[in-house]
């Protein structure tokens, strides 16, 4: 048994996820996690809500709330979301929580003691109505390039040419529209990036579980050079510049960047967890207190990459102290809708609340694992959802679960049967359904989802071949023997069936493997006597509809509410 820590890439506080968000890392994360845990291994799933940054005070104020209030709020939607849609993390934190404030302010002072952190002045915008400096981005004005009125500090979207600030011509507040605002010196920690590239770069080259993409995004960043980084920001929701214990002289009104503190929240939240379920947070996080022997793999979408793999470790490589980093990441790319992207501050796409208004979890968890942004973009289109739903789920797998189940409540007393002799087709199928099983293991042990889920699929079709060729309805007007065989090794299927899917589709799994009075959801080892575990005499009772097929008028309904087609 090992011990396994996993980490999906923190959502942002502003507002409820997208399945583009869903299907890039929360939910493989997941997928995994209960893989994982059903082989039987020790599993630390963590996620959190990242909830500092200039984003959160502004949709704090858009919403007349004040920020804690807000982020208290959306922290429980978020959290509540999740858990509809069954992710399953052993714990979802929050950046703002006091573990991560602690543990920030100590890679902080870490940093520093190692020469890593110089105090620097930059020269920012500052609003005088707003009393604010203000981001790059909060600063619009008339692009020098190309006269756009709206071009924002750090980039025009009507050229695409990279601003500074201070080259906009009439500038103005973006928070207030307010023109009264002014170049002013501020101090800010530095941390020194280009100090430590080289121990980054030994720590990328010893990296042999990564993906080639991560790899390669990694040695991008480290070959076009890394720039020092400023790691505070002139706001006031974050966590605090210390020194000593108390606020840094000349920092008092300062926080940290959010891009600084929000990867310290996986420790954060891992602390959060020991403390609520009293447990340890150190032997899964410091080499020297027992985390050698954790594998600790994090999953996010492509644009976090080099995040993960260059500016985070840079933090946790140069506070010199034994700390556990990532062994294996697993990036995705986009999921696109309708010729664009998925959206949160646009809100194009569909959002993970109102998804389970249409349908229960399973339906988008299978769709999002079978057909998601895994070796490249993928889009999402309503037919597309519709087919897979339609053909994978109700035709393949919830067809054959039901009819066998069915046939044996009107034939055999709603028991599994007993006589009869397993055949050369029961010798055949089991050969093949282990070899089936071995494909899946092998596919999710490798964290290739579509390929799992399509072996997953290969599964489901045997199991209806099988029916098929050994026809028990038919068996049963001529030899009753016979067919017990047939519905026998058919309701195994059912149980193996609910062990396969468990990890993708956790809800349905446990309705398939009750229908046929099992609980056991545990991985299956890939060996061909799993055809015959079932008690024989054991209550089986078909379930409700399992996967219900969408109409083509649910379709048309879903277009139109969501402004699919047109966009
Ligand atoms: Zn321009």
Known sequence: MARILITSALPYINGIKHLGNLAGSMLPADVWARFKRSQGHEVLYICATDEHGTPAELAAAAAGQDVRTYCDEQHQIQKAAGEAFGLSYDHFGRSSNPPNHRLTQHFAEALEANGLIEERVDRMIYSVDDARFLPDRYVEGTCPHCAYPKARGDQCDNCGRLLDPTDLINPYSSVSGSRNIEVRDTRHLYLLQTKIEPQIRAWVDGKTGWQPLAKSIAYKHLDEGLIDRGITRDL???????????????????????????????????????????????????????????????????????????????????????WKTVDQLKAFNWLNWYGGKFSTSQKRGVFM??????????????????????????????????????????????????????????????????????????????????????????????????????????????????????????????????????????????????????????????????SVGATDLSWPEACADVLDVLPRGQKVAAAEVLFRKIEDVRVAEWTERFGGAEA
């Open 236 to 322: 006031a929701w974050g966590i605090p510049v210390l020194k000593d214990g108390f606020p840094r002289p000349g920092m008092e009104d300062k926080v940290f960047y959010v891009w600084f503190d929000a990867p310290v929240e996986y420790i954060g939240a891992t602390q959060e967890w020991a403390e609520k379920h009293g447990k340890t947070w150190r032997d899964w996080w410091r080499l020297d207190e027992g985390a050698e022997d954790v594998r600790y793999v994090q999953f996010m979408g492509k644009d976090n990459v080099a995040f993960h793999t260059v500016s985070f470790p840079a933090t946790i490589i140069g506070s010199g102290e034994p």
């Open 353 to 514: 609340d109102q998804a389970l208004e249409l349908l229960p979890a399973d339906y988008w968890r299978w769709h999002l694992t079978a057909y998601g942004p895994e070796g490249s973009d993928a889009a999402f289109t309503w037919e597309q959802f519709q087919s897979t739903t339609n053909k994978d789920l109700a035709d393949v797998l919830g067809n054959f679960v039901n009819r066998i189940v069915k046939f044996a409540e009107s034939k055999f007393d709603g028991v599994v049967p007993d006589g009869g002799a397993p055949g050369p087709m029961e010798a055949k199928l089991a050969e093949d359904v282990a070899a089936g099983i071995a494909e899946a293991t092998a596919q999710f042990e490798a964290m290739e989802f579509r390929k799992a889920a399509l072996a997953l699929r290969a599964a489901w079709v045997l199991g209806n071949e099988y029916l098929q060729e050994a026809a028990p309805w038919t068996a049963f007007k001529t030899d009753v023997e016979r067919s017990a065989v047939g519905v026998r090794t058919g309701l195994n299927l059912v149980a193996l069936f609910a062990r396969l899917a468990a990890p993708v589709m956790p809800f349905s799994a446990e309705k398939i493997a009750a």
